[in-house]
């Protein structure tokens, strides 16, 4: 496609339900980022994959989150058991690959846990 | 960790004027970039600047990758040009890390 999307592109959830976002990246990008954006703050790095490989979780908040990608292209984000401090603009970003890259960034999906 | 210091964190200004946006850094500089997030909340590309000088258009920027900073130039504002401006340097992932950008008001 032209441009990183995402869907959906607003998401309203319950405390408790688990929730799935996806982001297709711009065609032929092997590197993919999932970023989150909170209310008054700064833009937060989640997970990236290389390929469908994600070589390091640990920036993802909790055991809750979750993400896979797979045929090299889609990837969704799942969390579990949404908490209303889930609430936050999910971001996508996809460069060409890993290293030294610009990163194009999708327009999010706003999700608000009541 | 990696530390992105922006100043101004606000900055109004009248239309026609022009303004310099600062990025400091604690680490070396590695895959820096600009972007600005305009009021719907897109956050679009502006410069890939690890080093150097580049100008598009009415924005340049350049960095000093010795000095661990980088400067984003506005000249002859326009209303369209209001929103967040952030810069971000490489983490060790490929990732970026962000500073909490500098909220540019342009009024006509």
């Known amino acids: 496609g032209a441009g990183v999307s995402q869907s959906p592109s607003n998401k309203v959830t319950e405390k408790g339900k688990d929730v799935e976002l996806r982001c297709d990246p711009i065609?032929?990008?092997?590197?993919l980022y999932w970023y989150r954006q909170s209310l008054g703050q700064g833009l937060e790095f989640l997970i990236y994959?290389?390929?469908?490989?994600?070589?390091?979780k640990s920036g993802l908040p909790s055991d809750r989150f979750s993400a896979e990608r797979t045929g090299g292209s889609v990837s969704t984000l799942t969390i579990q058991r949404t908490q209303q401090e889930d609430s936050a603009v999910y971001l996508c970003?996809?460069?060409?690959?890993?290293?030294?890259?610009?990163?194009?960034f999708g327009p999010g999906t706003r999700l608000l846990v009541l | 960790g990696i530390q992105v210091e922006q100043s101004p964190p606000d900055l109004i200004l009248q239309e026609g004027a022009n303004s310099t946006l600062r990025c400091n850094f604690s680490?070396?500089?590695?895959?820096l970039q600009w972007f600005h997030q305009n009021p719907w909340g897109q956050l679009i590309n502006l410069f890939y600047?690890?080093?150097g000088t580049k100008q598009n258009g009415r924005l340049s920027a350049t960095t000093v990758a010795t000095e661990r900073y980088s400067l984003l130039y506005i000249s002859s504002s326009q209303t369209t040009d209001s929103g967040v401006y952030f810069c971000?340097?490489?983490?060790?992932?490929?990732?970026?890390?962000f500073g909490k950008g500098t909220k540019l008001s342009v009024k006509p």
């Open positions: 065609s032929g990008h092997t590197a």
């Open positions: 994959f290389q390929g469908n490989s994600a070589p390091d």
């Open positions: 970003a996809s460069s060409q690959t890993i290293n030294q890259e610009t990163q194009y």
């Open positions: 600047i690890p080093s």
């Open positions: 680490d070396s500089v590695n895959n």
């Open positions: 971000a340097n490489g983490g060790s992932q490929g990732n970026l890390i």
